[in-house]
């Protein structure tokens, strides 16, 4: 299971893990940036469900984060990201989910372009030339600023997601290895089942 204790998602930073259980899912203690406390389930964190305490919703969040919500689409999904980006703007380096993502030209046609990049990608073509279109580059011991070459696993979004789905991506390298390698395997079977029938 992955430990989410200090890592960021939206408003709200992991304290540590809480004694509260429901149908075996891991919950987790969680500070908001208004200074509320709260429990929230550990796949609304992952997948972005939960990045605040309510504040967002009710309102109640402080001043200059409430001057950033333009529209209601934004108060729910979007303004944590602007927030980061307004953080993060100068440096060029901004943090979305506890990933890093980084600014870069744009392609060939068009290098004055700039877009955000996740950083874990960059590190990874530099040592092993563009990325393939459909896969994403994971990090074997879960950590998001651990950009050591040998912690950047190149999957396919099939596995990675695979893997989401059957809580399989661990803090453990050798664990979250063998969760790729039993991803792949199962992709392959399904596959091969589709072709017989």
């Not at 990090?139 to 040998?150: E, L, R, T, Y």
Request: glycine residues 8%.
């Amino acid at each position: 299971m992955i430990d989410y204790t200090g890592q960021r998602f939206g408003l709200l930073v992991v304290t540590d893990r809480s004694e509260y259980r429901r149908k075996g899912e891991a919950f987790w203690n969680c500070a908001c940036d208004c200074g509320s406390k709260c429990i929230v389930r550990g796949v609304h964190l992952r997948t972005g469900n939960t990045q605040s305490c309510g504040c967002f919703r009710k309102k109640a969040c402080k001043p200059e984060t409430v001057s950033l919500l333009k529209t209601e689409k934004m108060q729910r999904r979007d303004a944590p990201k602007a927030i980061k980006a307004i953080r993060g703007k100068e440096s060029g380096i901004i943090r979305s989910r506890g990933f890093v993502n980084v600014m870069v030209s744009g392609s060939n046609a068009y290098p004055s372009e700039k877009k955000w990049r996740r950083k874990q990608i960059i590190v990874w073509e530099q040592y092993n030339g563009s990325a393939p279109e459909g896969c994403a580059v994971l990090f074997a011991d879960g950590d998001k600023s651990n950009f050591d070459i040998s912690n950047l696993l190149l999957i396919s979004k099939n596995e990675l997601g695979y893997m989401s789905y059957h809580g399989m991506l661990s803090s453990n390298a050798e664990y979250t290895k063998t969760g790729i390698a039993i991803a792949k395997l199962a992709i392959a079977i399904k596959e091969k089942q589709k072709e017989q029938k």
